[in-house]
């Protein structure tokens, strides 16, 4: 396992830690979150339930013996629990790497709190490095790509081995590179009423209330103003 690594899996298991027992929770996608989710499993702490924000993570749940409810049958959660790709000083986020970001909103918009847990190379001055994640509907691709042109961002379908990438909704993605996103609140409204766009991976609406922040020195904790 290697430095950054070990830093996820400290955080993760931290965040056991710091979660009640009999939490309502959400639980988010990405290869921290799979840290959480086997740390969780080890400690043995019960929940009230989990909602799970990828097929990916529901399939890890149920694996170690979780019942992952379906959202709609779930009227709120105590806390979200999920990774990020960069993280602000007032708690937004680029999020939607693994691309999960549209059900990580969903499940996060359902939650109380927002605990993100990231190593400390999430942790940047202004978000905008790390490529924004963008969920489209097939058809509107390239007049969203357009779009972001008219920004300055420079719109990339993404594929693996010339197939496109398809989401757990079924629809695509666009990653943006060139963007410096010092308004994450505005940008995320903005792109949030272009027609075709499902989600943006700016999450602002829903920021996190806290973070733990995984390093090789330990784990420090950071609470976001309201
Ligand atoms: C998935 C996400 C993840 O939280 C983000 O990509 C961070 O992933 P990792 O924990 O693997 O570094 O947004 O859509």
């Not at 499993?41 to 339930?49: E, N």
């Not at 049958?73 to 806390?79: I, K």
């Not at 308004?183 to 920021?207: C, K, M, S, T």
């Amino acid at each position: 396992m290697n430095e950054q690594d070990l830093a996820k899996q400290r955080v993760a298991q931290a965040a056991v830690q710091r979660l009640p027992a009999h939490t309502r929770l959400g639980v988010g996608t990405g290869s921290t979150v799979n840290h959480f989710i086997d740390a969780l499993a080890a400690s043995g702490k019960p929940l009230a339930c989990a909602v799970s924000s990828s097929e990916a993570s529901s399939q890890r749940l149920r694996a170690l013996g979780y019942a992952v409810h379906d959202a709609n049958d779930v009227p709120a959660l105590d806390w979200y629990v999920d990774g990020a790709d960069e993280i602000d000083a007032s708690g937004c986020m680029i999020k939607g790497g693994g691309a999960a970001l549209t059900r990580e909103k969903i499940v996060a918009a359902m939650a109380e709190r927002f605990l993100c847990v990231v190593d400390e190379s999430k942790c940047v001055a202004t978000l905008g490095a790390f490529a924004l994640p963008v969920e489209v509907i097939p058809m509107a691709r390239e007049a969203i790509v357009r779009r972001f042109a008219q920004l300055g961002g420079r719109a990339v379908w993404r594929q693996v081995n010339g197939q496109a990438v398809v989401t757990d909704n079924g629809q695509h993605l666009l990653d943006v590179h060139g963007l410096r996103i010092d308004q994450p609140l505005a940008l995320e409204r903005a792109v949030n009423d272009w027609p075709g766009v499902v989600a943006v991976g700016v999450f602002a609406l829903q920021r996190a209330h806290v973070a733990l922040v995984g390093s090789a020195q330990g784990v420090r904790e950071v609470a976001f103003a309201a």
